[in-house]
T-cell receptor
Framework: DGGITQSPKYLFRKEGQNVTLSCEQN?????MYWYRQDPGQGLRLIYY???????QKGDIAEGYSVSREKKESFPLTVTSAQKNPTAFYLC???????????????FGSGTRLTVV | DAKTTQPNSMESNEEEPVHLPCNHS???????IHWYRQLPSQGPEYVIHGLTSNVNNRMASLAIAEDRKSSTLILHRATLRDAAVYYC?????????????FGSGTKLNVKP
């Protein structure tokens, strides 16, 4: 079955370390997204990519970096510059804007990152 | 970004209908109305979407006001598995296409 796989499900990071969260999709979707969710809050957009080798900052990109070398993969690196990284991170994908606006997002099951 | 307003929480009894409201007074003519729901510690899942006409699918119905400034998600018979946070989201064609704005949503509690 097609879908989005995020790994790991739980991740612990020491202060000052960079960590990379994996996101892989086999839906043949062009666009991919990273969101952050804090307890009791909605989702906030970190980065998004509409095509391979291209990505744009979302609303809270500071302290994060991404790459899009393959259509299927959109890893997120949480750097030591991110002052409050403890959160639930969600990856999503969708078809690209010039095809249809009727499609929504497909989300992964998330990675819970905790700074220890 | 066009934004939505939803009640923080609602409660329903099992097997009764639930009407979840959403206000979107700044909606533009090309914005689609999407609904997602999120179970605890999971990613949101798509529920339904529409533009102007009411929509039905196997999960729910979406009723859209004639002026499109509000909409209502209808769960015809709530089950315990429907307990989740429900997000009402506008998806634009132009500038805001990639920015699904997720507010804090409505937390639905279903009582047995």
């Amino acid at each position: 079955d097609g879908g989005i796989t995020q790994s790991p499900k739980y991740l612990f990071r020491k202060e000052g370390q960079n960590v990379t969260l994996s996101c892989e999709q086999n839906l043949n979707h062009d666009a991919m997204y990273w969101y952050r969710q804090d307890p009791g809050q909605g989702l906030r957009l970190i980065y998004y990519s509409q095509i391979v080798n291209d990505f744009q900052k979302g609303d809270i990109a500071e302290g994060y970096s991404v790459s899009r070398e393959k259509k299927e993969s959109f890893p997120l690196t949480v750097t030591s510059a991110q002052k409050n990284p403890t959160a639930f991170y969600l990856c999503a994908s969708s078809v690209r804007r010039d095809r249809t606006v009727n499609y929504g997002y497909t989300f992964g099951s998330g990675t819970r990152l905790t700074v220890v | 970004d066009a934004k939505t307003t939803q009640p923080n929480s609602m409660e329903s009894n099992e097997e009764e209908p639930v009407h979840l409201p959403c206000n979107h007074s700044t909606i533009s003519g090309t914005d689609y109305i999407h609904w997602y729901r999120q179970l605890p510690s999971q990613g949101p899942e798509y529920v339904i979407h529409g533009l102007t006409s009411n929509v039905n699918n196997r999960m729910a119905s979406l009723a859209i006001a004639e002026d499109r400034k509000s909409s209502t998600l209808i769960l015809h018979r709530a089950t315990l598995r429907d307990a989740a946070v429900y997000y009402c989201i506008l998806r634009g064609v132009l500038n805001n296409f990639n920015k699904f704005y997720f507010g804090s949503g409505t937390k639905l509690n279903v009582k047995p």
